[in-house]
């Protein structure tokens, strides 16, 4: 354990140095949600119930998206593992009494912590600008829990993807973008899924997608509840057992293939 | 043993150190007495906490040395520490490397393209050549195994000679009047050597072994050499 904590500790430092490409990043975070919320901002203007979400409900889910979808999403994993694998620097790991899944977590929350206060001081400073009314939490509790499960489901789905380096060395770019865009979709990271015909909504759930951003956030509004609530949350945990099991049977298959020549 | 680059390249070298302490889980006095030890064998004591972007590639070597040695391993690979240093740097290390293997009494496997490394550091050598080991021992055993002729190089006082009269002697490897160098069977070399001073005169004779370079290569290649 002590091990893990110093391997936070250092990469906490290390998020410091690129300070400019960090802000940078958050910049682009808050320009998407300001471009949503202007959005439904506009939509609301002639309507007073879009999709059967309200104001208050639209806009409360537009600013939890920036705070789910960085806590879920804030993962340096998955601009780093693909390249060691393919590069042959998973050899550092691999000789060491480290394991290297348990590594890029404890590097992923290290960058969500950092991202997570960055984000809470700026929908506090977003919301004092614009006043929205936001809709208190219906279940906080559960909110947090399948925050938690999902920080799980997208790591072990993010780096199960990226493990397909074991047999592309080449940079998998393309398929990184096809992962980033599924889950915004998807997820629910760009409007509430919900609001799509209602086959596509129970297909869905048949996905790990839902279960990483909109879940969570309709929990929190009280959409959903009662026996649904339970169902969900457990969906959510057999889906992190799944993705745990997914990701563990890529990792042995890929380090058998796995050569790292010259290095 | 890590490998080179497993130092975190933004932060200092002492952040790579602690980490890989925690992670072979050195205990702390160890770990003290280690790190002050290969801090002094190397030098490095002022550098270890600038950002290693700003460490020449000698200094990230030895760093990077320390990271992999800072749980003291008993068995060492090490492939190619001196490639792309300067003299003084190559003979530091394999000052270094000699000193960690007495002081630790840690096996050290190392390959090389440089003989001089070779020369100065290995007591056993072993060659392999396409996945089949070709010799295993001692290097002055592959210079008896494999070299049976021995170099005679003599510079002639006066500019007579001709190049036949070399001839007979053995194969003229090289003749640039007044120097030649002559390769002859290794039971011979003494004789050779006598009738050369008494035949011309001479102001200058050297007898040597073929460079440890010639004998590998020769080996790799399959060809009788020297």
Known sequence: MRKYLTVFAVDWQNQFIYRLNFVLWRVRNILRLLMTYFLWRGVFNTNVSVFGYSQNQMLTYVFLVLLVQTLVTSAPSSDNIGGEIGNGELSNYLVKPVSYIGYWFTRDLSSKLLNIIFASVELTLLWLVFQPELQIPVHLLAFVVSCILAVFIFYFLNIATRFVSFWTPENTWGLSFLVIILIETLAGGIFPLDILPHWTNVALQFTPFPYLIYYPIAIFLGKITGIYLLRILFQSLLYCAIMYYFAQIIWRRGLKVYASEGR | ?226
């Open chain 2, 1 to 226: 043993m890590g490998q080179k680059n497993q130092l975190w390249w933004d932060l200092p070298a002492i952040e790579s150190f602690i980490l890989n302490k925690e992670i072979y889980e050195v205990p702390d006095a160890q770990y003290k007495k280690t790190l002050d030890e290969l801090v002094e064998l190397l030098d490095v004591k002022d550098i270890l906490k600038v950002q290693v972007r700003k460490l020449s590639l000698g200094q990230r070597m030895k760093m990077e040395l320390i990271a992999a040695l800072i749980h003291s391993p008993k068995i060492l690979f090490l492939d190619e520490p001196t490639i792309g240093l300067d003299v003084v740097m190559q003979k530091k290390m394999r000052d270094f490397i000699r000193e960690y293997n007495k002081r630790f009494n840690a096996t050290v496997i190392l390959t090389s393209h440089y003989m001089d490394d070779v020369k100065e550091l290995c007591q056993r050598v072993i060659i392999i050549d396409k996945g089949k080991l070709i010799f295993d021992g001692a290097l002055d055993e592959i210079i008896k195994k494999y070299a049976d002729h021995k170099l005679i190089t003599v510079v002639f006082s006066k500019n007579n000679v001709e190049l036949s009269d070399l001839e007979k002697l053995g194969e003229v490897k090289s003749f640039e009047p007044p120097k030649a160098v002559i390769s002859v069977k290794r039971a011979s070399a003494p004789r050779v050597a006598a009738r050369i001073l008494e035949d011309f005169s001479v102001a200058d004779i050297n007898l040597e072994e073929p460079q440890i370079e010639d004998i590998i290569r020769e080996v790799f290649t399959g060809k009788d050499f020297a």
